[in-house]
């Protein structure tokens, strides 16, 4: 079936510095990929997506590319700030079944 | 545009209890609508799905139900609640015109804590 997979453990880095959270995926057919940011006590809002191989999804500085053959949809950040601590969820839906497969999710926290 | 409800914000409830949460969706017709529960420090869980008024899939077997009795109403549901079902609990449409295919909308979720 399908799922995502993204890496283990908190992220914890310092302003001004370079995110990447890595997300690989396992899927038949040809899913749509998106990345979701939860804020503390807060609902998930959807950062950016993509549809289809080599479609690059970017929002608020936020970037992600489609690697079809790495299987891979990787968020990056050039310079993080405080206010981009938050948990960030991979996710992929399949055209077949309504449904989306979300990855367990990396907490992310920026220091000053 | 769309906008998706949820309430209470909040809920403490004793062992035993019942529960109702309910979501609304405003703005759009026919959406597939979404129950999931966050576990504290954990990831999204499906609970339930459905595509139309009275349609119900089930994700997971467990003590809690949901009903759709309109087209933008999706209400979960306990008859007696464990501590297990804490959690924060999301809910979610899909399938509205102008939104991307499969991509889902979050509501603002309700904390609910069982002691």
């Known amino acids: 079936g399908n799922s995502v997979t993204q890496m283990e453990g908190p992220v914890t880095l310092s302003e001004e510095a370079f995110l990447t959270i890595n997300c690989t995926y396992t899927?038949?057919?040809?899913?749509?990929l998106f990345w979701y940011v939860q804020y503390p006590g807060e609902g998930l809002q959807l950062l950016l997506k993509a549809t289809k191989a080599d479609d690059k999804g970017s929002n608020k500085g936020f970037e992600a590319t489609y690697r079809k053959e790495t299987t891979s949809f990787h968020l990056e950040k050039g310079s993080v700030q405080v206010s981009d601590s938050a948990v960030y969820f991979c996710a992929l839906s399949d055209r077949g079944n309504n449904r989306l497969a979300f990855g367990k999710g990396n907490q992310v926290v920026v220091i000053p | 545009s769309q906008t998706i409800h949820q309430w209470p914000a909040t809920l403490v409830q004793p062992v035993g209890s019942p529960l109702s949460l309910e979501c609304t969706v405003e703005g759009t017709s026919n959406p597939n609508l979404y129950w999931y529960r966050q576990a504290a420090g954990r990831g999204l869980q499906l609970l339930f799905y459905?595509?139309?008024?009275?349609?119900i899939s089930s994700e997971v077997p467990q003590n809690l139900s949901a009903s759709r009795p309109q087209d933008r109403q999706f209400i979960l549901s306990s008859k007696k609640l464990l501590l297990s079902d804490s959690g924060f609990y999301l809910c979610?449409?899909?399938?509205?015109?102008?939104?991307?295919?499969?991509?889902?909308?979050f509501g603002p979720g309700t904390r609910l804590t069982v002691l």
């Open positions: 899927a038949t057919g040809y899913p749509s």
């Open positions: 979610a449409w899909e399938g509205s015109p102008g939104s991307s295919y499969n991509e889902q909308f």
């Open positions: 459905s595509v139309g008024i009275g349609q």
